[in-house]
């Protein structure tokens, strides 16, 4: 598949921060690419570098402590890396948006609901007051709040959890994006609630064809969501491969070790919960051999010196083992 | 509650857990940050070695000889300070001064501190009718202006009060008389900041958990509450002796304070009073002393206050 | 033949009163945080409550221990009534029933080091009579909780969240209690390290002979850890039943659109799966929803169910439900 045919393209980024503690390498050279209208889920748990990638994509990470190393972030053929704040300006919030998981937090408690939907539209297209006015409450009711209407005057905290994260995704998809980046949004949800909002970004999909990248450390939401997956690691990508590959054969051994711990609610219980023991590597020292070795229990000699490069073990499924996890034998 | 740190962005927070640093490092190290901090201590210690050191060399007899042949000499030689309107040295009652100066600062404090937790964490921790109560008290009181309740009180309690002897010296009953005043006048701003303390630490879930252990009361308050809560208390202490030294300097000057013959910086300026032109000598000294003691105070107390500020984690 | 319940509820009922008024504060409304609770809990069992924001589960477990007062309802805990306890029977019961938090964080005091903190119980219940005696129970509990015994003097920030959590399990353990009220004691931790606590709490609970009570959201380790799951909404409790009747055969409507909502791990079955989605948000626990709570947002509401309030009813052998249109 030739780059061009790619939304997004991230080719190996490396992002650190330089902190009175030490530098701490959040990023350490992760490539993957995201195809038009495609879904593609990012998993991991706390201190992956999975938000920090994301940020990195928009250039949102703090310059001061925070650089963005090396790398290219190519979206529609375009470094982003290498635009100027101005044009990086346009196109956050018009072709790539983004998400988070408390939207408490980000979105504005002192400005109406309608005030920050006409916000976004007017910064981004040619709508006169009027016309926003009318857009926003019609994206209120797209996203499912009632009386959307009556509510453009309310503020944020005059809304439920699960509302405030519809008006979250409307603000985001007001401008019809290319792409659209969610930080853990349904982490805070309630699993009813959760359902709903993953139902509504479905049909949202279909609707707008938009691509999604979906950060989230909860493996049932990728199953239930994603075309592809990729799982992270300590600033690393170790597993890349489709939904259904990943969930029948992982070929990494974090990958595997954190399905065996998930306990199941369509299952009659089989045995203890399978652990990882220790626990994830600090960021402050620079990465040599396999991040993972410490924990791994297929770990051999070579894992400890080099770390292993991404590659493809299977069609289109990738991943940074020098391991076969199904036989516990070094790969020739 | 997740380290915040001024220097990594929230979003990465959760994912880097930062190596552990015993609080008392990073407290000092933000408190050595503070430059003015620093000075604050350094002068303050000069301060208290002049006061109390002085008296190794100068017997307070001295200080206290009268001398109505020098009286008002310029500063010489022999009395780098001068002599007052009865031919004392004033460097010797400088440092003689300033030892009550400061004992009034520091056990008016204490009795203002003592006050202040006792009230607000009564008033804080059970809430309702009590601290209802506590509090229309304690705002009554603030309302009241500091001064005026210290001259009324010094006024009627001060005039029959004996001496007495102390760590050798003889003191004035007054002294003590000032000093329970001052303290009894300045606890409402204490109380008011442990009260607020006091109703935002309670809702913590290690206090629920200690109740679930069954820990008695008065345990919770004082072994649980109150050590989260220290930092708040030592800027306000801090700050108190600098409050108290500079209140009893008020009415000393008034006239109702400390009574003669012991020496306060304060009342050493009642003296100088009808000389402010003639003799500068009478009140310069002790009132840069004054001045000096209570800015190093406040440098202090805002070192204190940032190295204390449990929100700030970083070194 | 079933031995007495260890912990016996009966008619529990919570309400925090909402009040108005500067001066005088008038009392306006309530807050039904939890309505006419009935269960019991068996020795050694462990009994999950789940629900959603809201569903009243912390404030049960809360009032179950007496750390909130009741406002009406008993509770007895291996024979001792909580609501009437004062002084040294309440001493016994906090002795015999202890607490795990959720938040790692918030839970331990960080101006203690850990040994003050999982000792404290030792001191109030005068369990051990010397300093010394005390300082080997903590480290054998500490041990028995996974964490190295040479950190009894370290300070609860220099340990990562999992960390904390045993902690406070080894705090909650050091009076050798028969019960222990787990409040969602995993939400807040990573998913492996999720595993690693679950496992430490069964270990325990077959070494010490403990009960639990397992309050938590997450429905899929519920499944893996209780033997009876309860069903909490809006303050009342919708069904009880032992784990594997109720996550293949839920009766209750809430019930059935709770575990079709989560998540599986499974593509083809995720996927594959007939939901129910429910509409709207959870309403307010101030003015709850008149007879059956859930009919507002239930897909087989009929109009009975909103006039009069669903009996508790055994409508199989352990399967409790409240619902009209459950037969």
Partial sequence: MSVNQHLLNVIDLKTRFYTPEGTVYAVNGVSFNVAHGETLAVVGESGCGKSVTMMSILRLIPTPPGKIVSGQVLFNNEDLLKLSEEKMEHVRGKEIA????????SLNPVLSVGRQLTETLRTHTHMDAAQARTRAAELLQWVGIPQAGNRLGDFPHQFSGGMRQRVMIAIALACTPDLLIADEPTTALDVTIQAQIIDLVKHLKQEMGMAI???????????????????????????????????????HPYTLALMEALPRADRRRAQKLKTIRGAPPSLLMEPRGCPFAPRCEFVHERCIQENPTLLEQAPRHLAACWVNVLTGELRP | MNPSSNTIPQ????????????????????????????FGLIVLSMLVFYSFGGGFFVSEAYANKTNTSLRLDAPVAAHPFGTDTVGRDILARTMYGGQISI????????????????????????????????????????????????????????SNVPNIQLLGRTYSGSVVVIILIIGLTSWPYLARIVRAEFLSIKEREFILAARATGTPTWEIIFKHILPNCIAPIVVSATLGVANAISLEAYISFLGMGVRAPTATWGNMLEGAYNYIETAYWLWFFPGILIVLIVLSINFLGDGLRDALDPRSRTA | MTDAPLVRVEHLSKHFPVTRGILIQRVTGAVRAVDDLSFTIQKGETLGMVGESGCGKTTAGRTL????????????????????????EMLTIRRKAQMIFQDPYASLNPRWTVGSIISEPLRVHHLLATAAERAARVQELLEMVGLNARHINRFPH??????RQRIGIARAIATQPAFIVCDEPISALDVSIQAQVVNLLEELQDRLGLTYLFIAHDLSMVRHICDRVAVMYLGVMAELATRDDLYENPLHPYTQALLSAVPIPDPTRDRARQRVILTGDVPSPINPPSGCRFHPRCPIAKPHCAQSVPAWREVAASHWVACHEVK
């Fill in chain 1, 98 to 105: 983004m998400i988070f998981q408390d939207p408490m937090t």
């Fill in chain 1, 213 to 251: 990248i979906w950060i989230t450390h909860d493996l049932g939401v990728v199953a239930g969501m994603a075309d592809r997956v990729i799982v992270m690691y300590a600033g690393f990508i170790v597993e890349q491969a489709d939904v259904y590959a990943l969930f029948d054969g992982a070929l």
């Fill in chain 2, 11 to 38: 979003f990465i927070v959760e994912e880097v857990e930062p190596p552990p640093l015993p609080l008392s490092q990073l407290t000092w190290r933000r408190f050595v940050r503070h430059k003015m901090a620093i």
């Fill in chain 2, 103 to 158: 004992l009034i600062g520091l056990t008016a404090a204490s009795v203002e501190v003592l006050l202040g937790i006792l009230i607000g964490a009564i008033a804080g921790y059970y809430g309702g009718w009590i601290d209802n109560i506590l509090m229309r008290f304690t705002e009554a009181m603030l309302n009241i202006p500091q001064i005026l309740l210290l001259i009324i009180m010094a006024k009627f309690f001060s």
């Fill in chain 3, 65 to 88: 221990l007496g750390l909130y007062p009741a406002t009406t309802g008993k509770v007895t805990i291996d024979g001792h009534c909580v609501q009437q306890a004062k002084g040294k």
């Fill in chain 3, 158 to 163: 220099e340990f990562s969240g999992g960390q």
